[in-house]
C-alpha cells in the first residue's frame, strides 16, 4: 500500500521533482502541496490561511518558469511509472469539463468561451488513469484549451482543418500520454465527443487500444452487414438489429434532473463492422475504412418515464466471443470515475474559485490543484485496498491524525488503529452511518471527515505547542 500519495510525503512525491528553474521554487510547491492537501476545500485564503504561505504561492506563480506543464509534470511521470509497472489492463479514461473563471474580468480576454457562450474560462480535457477495478493510479495528461472564436464567415472546410478546433484535444492528448510498453495493454476509454474519425483513425494507424461510445451513424462498407431481413447501410441500424446474446445488468450513474443512480438490465449484442471514411474528414486522417467491432448494449424493462439506457460501443480490441464484449463493457463502465474526478476539481478543492489576472498564472494553480483532487480521489481506495486491515494507519496518516480521529471516535487514543478503521472512522466524521447496506464511505464523505478533521488536529496541534512553551518555562525558572 503506497500512502504517500494520500497523506505522508503527499507534495515530495508528485511534485518533488519539477524543475522549475531554482530548487527554493520546487520546495515552495511541495509545502504548498502538502498544506493544500491539509486543507483542500475552500478558496486559496482557506487553502493557505497563513499570508505568508499565500504570498509565497502567489510570488512562485510569477515565476516564468513555472508554467502548467512543469508543475503537472512530475504527476504526469509517476502515473506513467504505474501503468507500466501495472498488471493486466491499465484504462486510459478520457473527458473534458469546463473550468469557469467568468468572475476574472480582468483576464476576460484571455479566456474562450464557455457554456452557451456567455461565460469565459477554459476547456479542461483530463485523462485519468485508472484500473479495471477503478483503483486511480493519477492523471496521464491533461490539456488546457481555449476555445477559439470562429470569425463569421468561415468556412466549413476551413473549420474542419483549423488545429486549434476543440475535437483535436482527443488526440493531442492520446499522443501525450505515448505508446503502452511491450506486452502491455493500455486502453483509451471515452464517451460520445471522441467519436472522431480523425480520433479512431489516430488510435488504429499508432496501435493504440479504445473503446468510444458511438455518436455518428457511420456509412457501412461490403455486404456482409446483415440485419434479421436486410443488408443494412448504417452503423446504427445494423448495432440495434443484432441478436442479443448475453443478459446482465450495469450501473447507470445519476443525472441531475433527469434519473437518479440505478442498476440496468441490459442486452448485449456484438459484431465486427467495416465503417467507411466520411465525405468530408476533419484533419490529418488518410484511413478510407476502418475494420472495428461494435458492442451494443440497451436495456429492457427500463423503469416507466426514464430513457432506456443505449451503449453503441466501438473498439479495435477484437470482440470475438460474448465474454470479450461483456469485458469490454466492464471497461467502459468505468468511464464515470473521471466524472467524479471533476467533480474533486470543482467540489472538492474548489478549482473555479482562484482570482487571477493573468492565464499564465492561472494554469499551473490548475494544474497543483488537479493533482490534489487526484489525492482527494484515492482517499477512497484505502479502505479498499486488501491488506488494508493489516496496515497500520500510522503508514499512511501523520500520528497525530490517528491519535484525534481515534479520541473523537472511540474516546481513547488508539495508535494500533488500522487504515480500514481509519477510513470508516474518517467517513462516520463526514457523515457515512456505517449500515451493512451503506457500504464503504465514497471520496465526498471522507472528503467531508477530512475538512472537519483538520481544525481539530490544528487545535491539538496548538495545545503541544502551549506544553512545550511551559516546559521551557519551567526549565528556564528551576
Known sequence: MDGSTIAVGFGERHFGKARLGDKRRTRRLVRTAELMMQHPGGPLTEKLNERKNLVALYRLLDEEDVTHRRVIQPHLAQTLELMQAAEGVVLLVHDTTELDYSHCSQMAEQLGQIGHGGNRGL??????????????????SQLLHRRREVPKGESPKHKREHPDRESRLWVKAVEAIGPAPAGRLHVDISDRGSDTWEYAAYETRHSRRFVLRCAKDRNLEGEDHLGSDRIHQKLHGYARDLPVQQLRTVQVAAVP????????????????????????????????????????????NAPAGVQPLEWLLLTNVPVKTIGDASQRVDWYECRPVVEEYHKAQKTGVQIESMHFEEVDRLKPAIALLSVVAVGLLQMRQLAWEPQAQQTPATVVMPPLHVAVLSLWRWGQVRMDMNVREFCLALGAMGGHQNRRRDGLPGWLTLWRGWQRLMPMVQGAQALQQIEAAKAGQRCVSG
Open 123 to 140: 476547456l479542461c480535457h483530463n485523462c485519468l488513469a485508472i484500473t479495471p477495478q477503478r483503483q486511480v493510479l493519477g492523471l496521464a
Open 257 to 300: 434532473g433527469k434519473h437518479p443512480a440505478r442498476v440496468a438490465q441490459v442486452g448485449v449484442s456484438f459484431a465486427p463492422v467495416t465503417l467507411q471514411a466520411p465525405h468530408f474528414v476533419r484533419g490529418q486522417a488518410e484511413e478510407l475504412s476502418l475494420q472495428l467491432w461494435v458492442v451494443a448494449v440497451r436495456e429492457v
